[in-house]
């Protein structure tokens, strides 16, 4: 099962990596730009969002070939994300997937600007290539609530909110969580959904399920940020604790925290009953995405 | 005829005003965010490209109240732009409409993500509040090419290499401006003009008038920088000049960028033509812009 589950997962990334460069514009105009661009694009990563997007196409009986611009289109922004929290004036950070970070290679302006291309990018890759239009407004409308002031980037404001005042409750913490990873997870859900012609209630399900695998997969996160080894994890590691922010393991402890990644995940795969075994490769990634190490 | 003109460009920028707040989100989840927002958006301008918008509707015979969003939208990228390039890192100014900048009052992090947010939140109210869905869709894929790496994105990109590489040529600096500038301003023509049904004869004639009126604005900005009065003009004037950027009076001299001004103002109008009466006041904008001492 799992070596079937990860073979699946293998073809699925390598489709994404090979569909992403063809949505950049070959009319360049800036290549310092254009560069920048697919310099953080194409680094690697997990191409967890995209897998998502997919996987809830399937799921709920759509062609997956249908959701590739919607899968490429949410990477483009989860990049955008990374590039611009990256910056000095934000985490400052000089390493992110074992390279150095935009503006070191580009500049702190490049680095803005392509983070800012990579966005507006997205939201024209499914306003084009997503059929039929009503659904890809559908799309545009996800994406952007789960990117925008209510969600990702409302996170960010939180997060780093907290490494001054210090946010200290694991309310709190799971607030700045939802918004700042699980909203644009819980858009990747949806969008594949939507192109899939899911049900409302399908739709629910899925959005839930994102909701729990977000915070699950933000925990382990944290997790690995105390415990993991910067070699493998591929960015520095217990700066969270240098930076004064709080995380899960220091609220409530490594063993409280794995044992609610764990209990996230349960619940979340209960929100995958009414998919039968449509659902299997979701099931399989929340379990996946907390046994990681990186 | 002027002050049927100067009124009627008044009403519609009392609308846009009263509009554009109803537009941010309530369910803050972060005050400073929206807060900063709230500051940029809110802090005057000629909204311009708004009026475009309901000015392109109107020539075409359309609605303007169901183009509202749409000119709201546009305002948001324009908004988020200027947050973006008066960053530290890119123009550096701490001056903007008279007041000071959103990084000098919320802090470069808050600025960087309350334009983002805006840029976000652009899409968000094209997906959700223009109809039908696909006209939806269509004005998603026209402000997304008109800001994106093809278009604004990239002139800033060029705008900033120019300061070190020292443009030198009129056709490197309409490179800069056309899209810098000259792709909003034609993405919210054509904005207008899909909301109200326009033709593709009529759309072409849109965006070639909104290309000619987007240089010679532009040139006008120039001229404004090496003439104007700082407290009229609301910004810090040249300050082109001593970044080393190129400008077209530099070039061409202030009589020659003037005249070029005014013959492209000339050709911009003769683009209306096919519109006949229903374009008067987009003329009469052109004419205005041309015109106007800030």
């Known amino acids: 099962m799992k070596s079937d589950f990860t073979s699946s997962i293998a073809e699925d990334q390598r489709l994404v990596e090979a569909t992403l460069p063809s949505f950049l514009p070959l009319d360049g105009s800036s290549d310092v730009l254009l560069d920048a661009m697919r310099y953080s694009l194409m680094a690697g990563g997990k191409r967890l969002r995209p897998l ?14 249908d959701a590739m611009p919607a899968a490429c289109a949410v990477e483009m ?16 950070d000089d390493l992110r997937r074992g390279k150095p970070t935009s503006h070191k290679v580009y500049g702190e302006a490049n ?4 983070g800012d291309a990579l966005l507006t990018l997205a939201f024209e890759v ?9 659904i890809a407004a559908k799309c545009c409308a996800s994406l952007a609530y789960g990117a925008g002031p209510q969600g990702m980037v409302a996170g960010q404001v939180l997060d780093l909110e907290a490494e001054t005042n210090h946010a ?7 607030n700045i969580h939802r918004r700042k990873t699980g909203a644009l997870i819980v858009a990747s859900l949806e969008m594949g959904g939507l192109i899939a012609g899911a049900s409302d209630e399908q739709l629910k399900h899925l959005k839930k399920y994102g909701q729990l695998i977000g915070l699950a997969f933000q925990i382990v996160d944290d997790i690995l940020d105390c415990t993991g080894d910067a070699e493998v994890v591929g960015k520095n590691v217990r700066k969270d604790a240098a930076s004064g922010k709080a995380t899960y393991p ?9 044992r609610h990644a764990n209990n996230l995940v349960h619940q979340a795969c209960d929100e995958l009953q009414i998919f039968g075994s449509g659902a299997q490769e979701l099931s399989d990634l929340a379990r996946y995405l907390i046994e990681r190490d990186r």
């Open 52 to 65: 998502l997007v997919l996987m809830a196409c399937r799921a709920c009986g759509g062609n997956p070939d």
């Open 77 to 92: 922004v989860h990049t955008y994300s990374l590039i611009h929290d990256d910056l000095p004036a934000m985490d400052d």
């Open 111 to 114: 680095a803005i600007l392509a």
């Open 126 to 134: 499914l306003a084009t290539r997503i059929h039929p239009p009503a």
């Open 168 to 174: 200290k409750s694991v309310a709190q913490l799971e």
């Open 250 to 258: 220091e609220l409530v402890g490594l063993e409280e925290s794995r």
